[in-house]
């Protein structure tokens, strides 16, 4: 399903692993070693001005080499407006002065909502758990065991079949239709009401090998 452009379906995930060591699409980047990409010259970072809740002080911390703007979904466009990197009409609204009108910041967030349903089996064989959690030096030995011949349970992706779903009959529902996503409103003729195209799934299912949620929260207290 990942090689013809149909993506509903159900798949094996690949694994792009070479003696241990995962492959990413950075190994094919040339020229990595070239020094970060500068785009304009009129403004150009050069610290952070944070504000003290508990003793109401400014507080400026110039950077020496690079800043690295890593504050989330949320944060980050926020650290970016309150800059004023932004739209225009926002920042001038909110009194702030505006330095790079940048209309695509602070808009479009899509939540990428995520449920993980957990079970336990009898025979131990069927996961990858006991290799990690099912005796006090697991993970140790596992991780013992990638670093000195790079194999293992640490050497591969625990990940198993992927399925993409599209929920077209549930979307008919007047409650969705009524509920117009913008890319709708704008090409009413290519999109449906979650903004997505024909071809693209709403829904994707994965198995994984081996538990991702602390073992202590199955059976809490």
């Not at 070479?18 to 980047?29: D, L, M, P, Q, Y």
């Amino acid at each position: 399903m990942f090689m013809q452009g149909d993506y509903e379906g159900v798949g094996h995930a690949v694994r792009t692993v070479h003696k241990g060591i995962r492959s990413t699409s950075a190994n094919f980047v040339h020229n990595y070693e070239k020094t970060n990409l500068t785009e304009g010259r009129e403004y150009k970072a050069v610290g952070v001005e944070a504000h003290d809740d508990t003793s109401g002080q400014l507080i400026i911390i110039k950077a020496r080499k690079e800043i690295i703007l890593s504050a989330g979904a949320y944060n980050s466009p926020m650290i970016l407006m309150h800059s004023g990197i932004g739209p225009r009409e926002h920042l001038t609204e909110m009194g702030i002065s505006c330095k790079i009108d940048l209309q695509g910041v602070g808009s479009n967030l899509q939540d990428h909502t995520s449920i993980h349903t957990c079970y336990e089996v009898n025979d131990p064989s069927l996961t990858l758990d006991r290799f990690v959690y099912h005796s006090p030096d697991a993970l140790q030995s596992s991780t013992n065991q990638w670093l000195n011949i790079k194999t293992g349970v640490m050497a591969g992706i625990p990940f198993g079949l992927v399925a993409l779903k599209r929920i077209d009959k549930t979307i008919q529902d007047p409650v969705w239709k009524a509920a117009q996503s913008k890319k709708q409103i704008n090409n009413p003729s290519d999109y449906d009401p979650t903004g997505q195209l024909p071809n693209q799934p709403h829904i994707e299912f994965f198995t994984t090998e081996m538990c991702f949620v602390a073992p202590e929260f199955l059976r809490p207290g």
